[in-house]
């Protein structure tokens, strides 16, 4: 089993940026070969998709919300997947959370019911 840890929430003014991580412990190979995603829920929302990156790290895929502002990647060194957020908004304001794709080398997905692991989350906050 991986266990997943996200770190990096924060307060930020509109216009900022926060770079988002989830780092993988435990049976470690269970990161190397599968897609990895972000998603988050804001404060009274369902949780949504956010961003993904398939597992070999050559292709990513983003919600329109996000496209342009946010960038995913990973370390495979460090077992280890980015949120990188520019020109934040208010409307960013959610917990975050990583998962990993239940299928080995599975297609990009935005569908929650493709991911398992989740980790706890991390807030961020967007200030006007």
């Known amino acids: 089993q991986v266990q997943l840890v996200e770190s990096g929430g924060g307060l930020v003014q509109a216009g900022g940026s926060l770079r988002l991580s989830c780092a993988a412990s435990?049976?470690?190979?269970?990161?190397?070969?599968?897609?990895m995603g972000w998603f988050r829920q804001a404060p009274g929302k369902e949780r949504e998709f956010a961003a993904a990156?398939?597992?070999?790290?050559?292709?990513?895929y983003y919600a329109d919300s996000v496209e342009g502002r946010f960038t995913i990647s990973r370390d495979y060194a460090k077992n280890t997947v980015y949120l990188q957020m520019n020109s934040l908004k208010p409307e960013d304001t959610a917990v975050y959370y990583c998962a990993r794709h239940k299928y080995d080398r599975g297609s990009l997905s935005s569908l929650e019911d493709e991911y398992v692991n989740w980790g706890q989350g991390t807030q961020v906050t967007v200030s006007s």
């Open positions: 990156i398939n597992w070999n790290g050559g292709t990513t």
């Open positions: 435990g049976r470690t190979f269970g990161f190397i070969n599968y897609a």
